[in-house]
T-cell receptor
Framework: GAVVSQHPSWVICKSGTSVKIECRSLDFQATTMFWYRQFPKQSLMLMATSNEGSKATYEQGVEKDKFLINHASLTLSTLTVTSAHPEDSSFYIC??????????FGPGTRLTVL | QKEVEQNSGPLSVPEGAIASLNCTYSDRGSQSFFWYRQYSGKSPELIMFIYSNGDKEDGRFTAQLNKASQYVSLLIRDSQPSDSATYLCAVSRAAGNKLTFGGGTRVLVKP
């Protein structure tokens, strides 16, 4: 149990385009999901907390207009990187909060912006 | 000072030995503590969590928490080459709240 999926697993796009990443909790409902970003040889940095049916809470320094988060159902949250640039290239990982508060991580999405 | 600090390593241990990983945190309000393992190019996977002072054992893993010293550790007994990975310490103010990660300790288990 407690499986979280992400789609796509990797994406390459041109600078200036937008990319949408999906995060799904497959066998449980998650009112809260989290989006992280990890640059090479660095740890995970929380970008935002996504709550079903309400606006996401962004961490300091994360542009909410650039990283659009939608959590429309109890099993799906999406992250859209708008007008992506090479510096946005990173490993984006979501997690979903399960029973007891434990966070279960998705497999991650590797974004490369050319 | 970083909120959660770990020695980056690499920590090199021979197969079958005990690997000891340490983590210190600065927020005294932290109540929940987690250890994750991350293989290169993969997302983290939960090894175990601990909420109370003392030791918690799960198979070959033992987590130790000392809130007064703001210190949490992870012991890996009978280390295997498959344990070679980066181990991330994460803390939160309450279970289910946002996690703050340390930089991770890279562990290399040599056959």
């Amino acid at each position: 149990g407690a499986v979280v999926s992400q789609h796509p697993s990797w994406v390459i796009c041109k600078s200036g385009t937008s990319v949408k990443i999906e995060c799904r909790s497959l066998d449980f409902q998650a009112t809260t999901m989290f989006w992280y970003r990890q640059f090479p040889k660095q740890s995970l940095m929380l970008m935002a907390t996504s709550n079903e049916g309400s606006k996401a809470t962004y961490e300091q320094g994360v542009e909410k207009d650039k990283f659009l988060i939608n959590h429309a159902s109890l099993t799906l949250s999406t992250l859209t990187v708008t007008s992506a640039h090479p510096e946005d290239s990173s490993f984006y990982i979501c997690s979903a909060r399960g029973d007891g508060g434990t966070q279960y991580f998705g497999p991650g999405t590797r974004l490369t912006v050319l | 000072q970083k909120e959660v600090e770990q020695n980056s390593g690499p920590l090199s241990v021979p197969e079958g030995a005990i690997a000891s990983l340490n983590c210190t945190y600065s927020d005294r309000g932290s109540q929940s503590f987690f250890w994750y393992r991350q293989y290169s190019g993969k997302s983290p996977e939960l090894i175990m969590f601990i909420y109370s002072n003392g030791d918690k054992e799960d198979g070959r893993f033992t987590a130790q928490l000392n809130k007064a010293s703001q210190y949490v550790s992870l012991l890996i007994r009978d280390s295997q080459p498959s344990d070679s990975a980066t181990y991330l310490c994460a803390v939160s103010r309450a279970a289910g709240n946002k996690l703050t990660f340390g930089g991770g300790t890279r562990v290399l288990v040599k056959p």
